[in-house]
């Protein structure tokens, strides 16, 4: 009789201790409670594995005529854009179809998440998908989730938004947008001078909004029915920050993984926020952090707004001899040269994400890959072939695989709502929608692929 001898169980959180310092441990088999031995390795049950979910928004639409497939289904007719992608066809779905809330133009930015048109007269500002998974998910990583741009900070109170992610009191989170400092944010270890700085801010801070709180609570009772429900807003936005405040510091004297430094090269030139961005070095830098990231489970949720909606804010690889910035190609009154340059400048960000996503396939996690337990979604705003519409979005969902999704190849969901993509996600992350999921506009899963 053949008799395999049990393994200790590994606690997720388990640290290497020695010399004065600890380590945390990447994902290992012997975390999960049907590790055996290296002949049955594999048979690990998904749900031990953390769940993920990476959502990706590159605004101002894409060339669908050498986007989209012609035909259905996962043995579709592969085109010119999705050709960096053929080795992975098996690994993502095309979805065509979906349509969001809003008048079109270039303000899809804020409803990408949201699934609301809160740019309109009157609009609430409402939470984002990922903080709202994040509410859910968030209390088990360092970083509750990870908002990430082209441009650095919220872009409110401009045209054009930098971030995706809207906190539940509709307050704009700041996007990071250096591979670099967003390396030292998630890695770099904190001293001891440093730590106690942090823990005396935390203090100082924490003091501000306990009398903010005990004054606008004060004052409540002396205002009328519109002022009280604006006060209960700020209010609910002081519980928010002081909530993110505790869990910070709850992290703060953990240890950060240790992972091999990155060896970034000229900081300016990965700085779009300064001249001489090297922009395909950047990009991939930025997939190699992302992916560091969800492989040291720092977050298990990421928004990142890759291309902006307006000015594009990758400089349209102007550095590979395109003569045309993004937007302009995308109102190219059918010239055929910025048809053929729009096609190509789509190419180069698809070998990008080919490369994003070959990274996660790379990475051996518990039964599969790190791909494999990450949903990963591609998406814009905007639809159309020579205009900003709010129908017929470029839209792809990848991974997944061990959290149950079935890919389709190309799949066509006609005049549905992309907040059903979102909705198929938190039904993939098993986490329950929350009430007033996108406004409410969302009515459904895509069945399709789970």
Same mark, same amino acid.
Request: glycine share 10%; proline share 4%.
């Given at each position: ?18 010399? %004065? ?135 409110? %109170? ?69 002022? $009280? ?14 909530? $993110? ?54 977050? $298990? ?26 937007? %302009? ?122």
């Amino acid at each position: 009789m053949n008799i395999l001898k049990r393994r200790p169980i590994l606690a997720r959180r388990t640290f290497l201790k020695g010399a %004065g310092i600890s380590l945390a441990l990447p994902w290992l088999d012997a975390m999960s409670t049907n590790s055996r031995s290296v002949s049955t390795a594999g048979d690990i049950a998904a749900n031990e594995t953390p769940r993920r979910a990476v959502f990706c928004f590159f605004g101002l639409g894409i060339n669908g005529r050498d986007f989209t497939p012609a035909d259905t289904g996962v043995d579709y007719t592969v085109t010119p854009i999705l050709k960096p992608l053929e080795e992975l066809r098996r690994e993502f779905t095309v979805v065509s179809g979906l349509k969001l809330t809003y008048s079109g133009g270039h303000v899809g930015d804020r409803t990408f998440l949201t699934g609301t048109n809160t740019r309109s007269a009157g609009a609430k500002l409402r939470v984002s998908c990922d903080q709202e998974l994040a509410a859910a998910i968030g209390r088990q990583t360092r970083f509750p989730s990870l908002s990430l741009g082209i441009k650095r900070g919220t872009g409110f %109170g401009g045209y054009y938004d930098q971030t995706l992610s809207w906190s539940p009191s509709g307050t704009p989170i700041p996007s990071e947008n250096r591979p670099h400092v967003l390396f030292d944010q998630l890695f770099r270890q904190d001293t001891a001078e440093s730590l106690n700085a942090r823990e005396a801010e935390f203090v100082r801070r924490a003091s501000v909004l306990d009398s903010l709180g005990d004054e606008a609570r004060q004052l409540n009772g002396t205002l009328g029915v519109d002022d $009280r429900r604006k006060l209960d807003e700020y209010l609910t936005g002081v519980r928010d920050l002081e909530r $993110r405040m505790q869990e910070e510091k709850d992290w703060l004297r953990k240890p950060k993984p240790s992972v091999a430094t990155i060896q970034f090269g000229k900081e300016q030139s990965l700085d779009p926020d300064k001249s001489g961005l090297e922009y395909r070095r950047y990009q991939r830098l930025m997939y190699d952090v992302i992916a560091l990231a969800l492989q040291t489970d720092s977050t $298990r949720v990421i928004a990142y707004l890759a291309r902006m909606d307006g000015s594009d804010g990758t400089g349209a690889w102007k550095d590979m001899g395109n003569p045309y910035n993004y937007h %302009g190609m995308t109102h190219h009154g059918e010239d055929p040269d910025m048809l053929k340059w729009w096609t190509q400048a789509d190419i180069w960000y698809l070998e990008d994400w080919a490369y994003f996503l070959n990274k996660l396939k790379s990475i051996k996690e518990g039964d599969g890959t790190l791909l494999d337990h990450t949903l990963v979604a591609y998406g814009s705003s905007g639809g159309a072939i020579n205009a900003h519409h709010n129908h017929h979005l470029p839209a792809m969902l990848a991974g997944g695989a061990r959290l149950g999704v079935k890919h389709q190849g190309h799949l066509i969901k006609e005049d549905v709502r992309l907040g059903n993509l979102w909705s198929t996600v938190f039904d993939r992350m098993q986490v329950p929608l929350p009430k007033n999921f996108q406004g409410g506009e969302a009515d459904g899963i895509l069945k399709e692929l789970v």
